[in-house]
């Protein structure tokens, strides 16, 4: 079968375009013929030195797929990597049925980016009906996300932070109240301006370096900010514990791999994004569905954040 590999470490040049062999599901797994595989921020760390033992490669990257089973079954499905190909043997387990109602692109949109969009306003960050909430990123694929899923959750003030004109217009076009600008050197300030003075209620940060301590800087008192990535490459600031009592503010972090551990979290956070999909109150950014043999391009385009929304693979191009 024809896959993308990554035998040596480095940059998008390392990604391959080989013929290899077909995966051969191991006891509890299902062979998965692939019809879009998605590419995630993720994605683009697995061939940085130290990003994995050397032992492991060569490896096909990819943590999420959407196909037929043998059976016929269209299924999304989380894989811990090899996605980039036109087959993939995955756990049963971890196969969600794919409604007729939703296509195979929202369905891969939904699986990680989706998920990752819900579990931060619902299990995270709590988000309450009339919460002032903050999403950073918010043209990308999971950004894109949470600006829709906030305001039909009830937000009392949805505010994107985005980092070019184009992109804040998506978000507004998406549902948010105000669109600011990422690179604003008082980033604090702008959202509280956004937010008619006042700090914010929910802040979903995934940019690091300077940005997470302004994100924290614009939390009102009892705000939460939920951390679950670091886009910059650069840690922020460690965390006071005695300032976070002192503004009675929240912090936690999310990854969506520990999620996967809570019986039944998944299936109801997919069952919620299916249902919003269906009846069209959530819409999919589609940014680019490309071949296997256009992967280094993609994944310069996503590493730069030139891209918006979910991008793909399909493996039949």
């Not at 940060?205 to 009892?222: D, K, R, W, Y």
């Amino acid at each position: 079968m024809r896959a993308v590999q990554i035998k040596n470490f480095g940059g998008p040049e390392v990604l391959e375009l080989a013929e290899v062999a077909d995966p051969l599901p191991a006891p509890g797994e299902v062979l998965v013929e692939v019809s879009l595989a998605g590419v995630n921020y993720r994605d683009t760390h697995l061939s940085e030195v130290g990003a994995l033992p050397g032992d492991l490669l060569p490896l096909i990257p990819g943590m999420e797929v959407v196909g037929r089973t043998p059976d016929g079954t269209r299924v999304a499905a989380v894989v811990p990597r090899g996605g980039y190909a036109e087959r993939v043997a995955v756990l049963a387990q971890l196969t969600v049925p794919v409604p007729d109602a939703v296509d195979d692109f929202s369905a891969l949109a939904l699986l990680v980016q989706g998920t990752t969009a819900w579990l931060l306003l619902h299990e995270s960050a709590r988000m309450r009906a009339g919460d002032s909430v903050l999403v950073h990123a918010a043209a990308g694929g999971v950004g894109s996300l949470a600006v829709q899923l906030a305001r039909t959750a009830g937000a009392g003030r949805v505010i994107a932070a985005a980092g070019s004109p184009e992109k804040r217009a998506l978000a507004l076009d998406l549902g948010a109240d105000e669109a600011i600008d990422s690179h604003d050197p008082d980033l604090a300030a702008a959202a509280r301006r956004a937010n008619g003075g006042r700090g914010l209620d929910v802040v979903l940060e995934m940019t690091g370096g300077p940005v997470t301590a302004q994100s924290l800087a614009a939390l009102a008192p009892l705000g939460r900010l939920v951390f679950y990535g670091m886009a910059s490459r650069t840690a922020p600031a460690p965390v006071e514990l005695p300032a976070l009592m002192e503004t009675s503010t929240t912090v936690c972090g999310l990854m969506l791999e520990h999620a996967m551990t809570r019986p039944g979290l998944l299936e109801r956070a997919m069952d919620a994004l299916f249902e919003q999909v269906a009846d069209g109150r959530l819409r999919v950014v589609c940014g680019a569905v490309r071949g296997l043999s256009e992967v280094r391009g993609l994944h310069e385009d996503l590493a730069a954040r030139r891209t918006v929304g979910k991008l793909a693979l399909d493996p039949g191009r």
